[in-house]
Structures are given as C-alpha cells and as structure tokens.
C-alpha cells in the first residue's frame, strides 16, 4: 500500500510539473513583445546611448529596430539577437538624429534583410532627440538669389521655377523641444 501511495504522489507531482512547463511555454509563445528604454530623451549633439531590454520576440532569432521620424523616414537602425527566451539586454547609441519625436520600432526580423517579418508583432517606444545647438537668429538670408529656372536636377523631378520663399519669415532660435518627465 505504501509503494502504490507513493507512486500516487509522484505521478501526481509529475503531471504538475508537466503541466506547469507546458503553460509557461505557451503564454511565452503568445506573449506580446515588451521593450523598455532608458533614457527616452537626449541632445542631437553628441548623441546618447539607449539601454534596450526586450522580451516576446522570437527565441534565438534577430530583432530589427528602426527609428521613424515625424516625417515618416527612418533616420537609423539596426539588429540585435535574441536569447533563449526571446529576449535582449542591449545598448544602442542615437546619433545623427535630427531634433525631434521618433518612435523606435521594434520586431521580429529572421532573415536581417531591414524588413519585418510578415505578420510579426511590432512594439514601439517614444524617444525624443532634443536641440541643443546654437543657432544664429541674425543671420541674413538674400531674398534676391537667382535660380537658374532650366538647371536640370534630376530628369524625373520638376522644379518650379515660381516658388516664392518668404525672406520675413521669423525662425524662434531658442525653440527647444523638451524631454517629456
């Protein structure tokens, strides 16, 4: 009697065990991708290091990022690795950004071939790149600068030769766009 009580108890044991394994490997597959950044905010010059800390993408397998401006470009990017569990500890520097809000992309990217896989989950984070330059609020700009209307830039673009540029037009040189707190 006591061999087969045992046996209960490591069967019973055993099954949890089973079981417990089996559901964290499946909410670690459907998860969804987390990504943290540290700091979110920093000067255009010199640049500034971004410490990343993923997890949910795929295990073993190459993560994409991107930058994507205001405008919609995509200024800087990159790849990282991910572990066992489909995560990444990594550090980043953000240089050559132009002030502004950007957004980080960030998904899964098997092949490394700069486009995201197909269906895979994309997560972002904000990251806004300040103005720290002095700009010269005096310079003159010569209104009556000649363009030669017939120059030809590119044979697929049109340039129109009656563009007005407003020679008044007032720049704010202490425009600086704050880091969000």
């Avoid at 896989?117 to 005096?138: P, R, S």
């Amino acid at each position: 009697m006591y061999r087969i009580g045992k046996l209960a108890v490591i069967s019973t044991v055993f099954a949890f065990a089973i079981f417990g394994l089996t559901s964290i490997m499946l909410l670690t597959a459907f998860a969804e991708p987390k990504v943290d950044l540290s700091p979110t905010c920093g000067p255009a010059d010199p640049g500034f290091n971004i410490v990343i800390n993923a997890n949910g993408f795929k295990a073993n397998s190459t993560v994409g990022w991107k930058f994507v401006g205001s405008d919609s470009k995509i200024p800087l990017y990159g790849y990282f690795d991910t572990n066992s569990t489909g995560g990444f500890n990594d550090v980043t520097y953000a240089d050559d950004l132009k002030p502004d809000h950007y957004k980080m992309y960030f998904a899964d990217d098997s092949d490394g071939d700069g486009t995201f896989d197909i269906g895979a989950k994309k997560v972002y984070a904000n990251v806004t790149v300040n103005a720290n330059e002095t700009v010269n609020a005096n310079e003159t700009v010569n209104a009556n600068e000649t363009v030669n209307a017939n120059e030809t830039v590119n044979a697929n673009e049109t340039v129109n030769a009656n563009e007005t540029v407003n020679a008044n037009e007032t720049v704010n040189a202490n425009e600086i766009i704050p880091c969000e707190k």
